[in-house]
């Protein structure tokens, strides 16, 4: 079984200040790890994933994540935030023999307010 | 390319109504997997289908049941709607069901049980 934390519900911030949205994984296997975004009224959008290789991955909208496996941790960055930054993240997971476990178990999102 | 299409995009129920909702994958991909969004609960995983084959479901009562078709096009159905089922159902599609396929999200079906 697989269970993803995300430690904070709400993270409030001005714009142009620095960020960090908390994701701890629990899993009996290895996983692949993923942070999805959700706007108001909007479906899921996939901002970054990790499969393999270098632990610190980047999307094009500035944030990155880096992957600790000693502390089973996926911790989404960003240096400067946007207003337009303001939305819901989902951190993810899924095993990587996929198969019969091909499916995502998500996080209770933190909802990122960037206020002017 | 067009993305995952979801219909309808909003409906209302009554408690012990039946529902059916549609969703058409991003051309050529394969696999299609549901999703609940509640408040409380968060995004549970319903269902996945792959070949027009159930190949995983989520803990969800049996009311909850879906299909796919040739085109890998899939519907899901709720029987006997319950409050309890209001929700934004999600729908997404990926090329393959392979762990590290990319899933694409659909922007999902508001339904609203009375």
């Known amino acids: 079984a697989q269970s993803v934390t995300q430690l904070d519900s709400q993270v409030p911030v001005f714009e142009e200040a620095p960020v960090e949205l908390r994701c701890n994984y629990s899993s009996s296997v290895s996983v692949y790890l993923f942070w999805y975004v959700q706007y108001p009224n909007q479906g899921l959008q996939l901002l970054l994933k990790y499969l393999s290789g270098s632990t610190l991955v980047e999307s094009i909208n500035g944030f990155e994540a880096e992957f600790n496996k000693s502390q089973t941790s996926f911790h989404l960055r960003k240096p400067s935030v946007h207003i337009s930054d303001t939305a819901e993240y989902f951190c993810a997971v899924t095993s990587r023999g996929g198969g019969s476990n091909y499916k995502l178990t998500f996080g209770k999102g933190t909802l990122l307010t960037v206020n002017p | 390319k067009a993305g995952v299409t979801q219909t309808p995009r909003y409906l209302i129920k009554t408690r012990g109504q039946q529902v059916t909702l549609s969703c058409s994958p991003i051309s050529g991909h394969r696999s299609v997997s549901w999703y609940q969004q509640t408040p409380g609960q968060g995004l549970q995983f319903l269902f996945e289908y792959f070949s027009e084959t159930q190949r995983n479901k989520g803990n969800f009562p049996g009311r909850f049941s879906g299909r796919q078709f040739s085109n890998s096009r899939s519907e899901m159905n709720v029987s006997t709607l319950e409050l309890g089922d209001s929700a934004l159902y999600l729908c997404?599609?990926?090329?393959?069901?392979?762990?590290?396929?990319?899933?694409?999200f659909g922007e999902g079906s508001w339904l609203t049980v009375v």
């Open positions: 997404a599609s990926s090329f393959l069901p392979e762990a590290g396929n990319t899933i694409y």
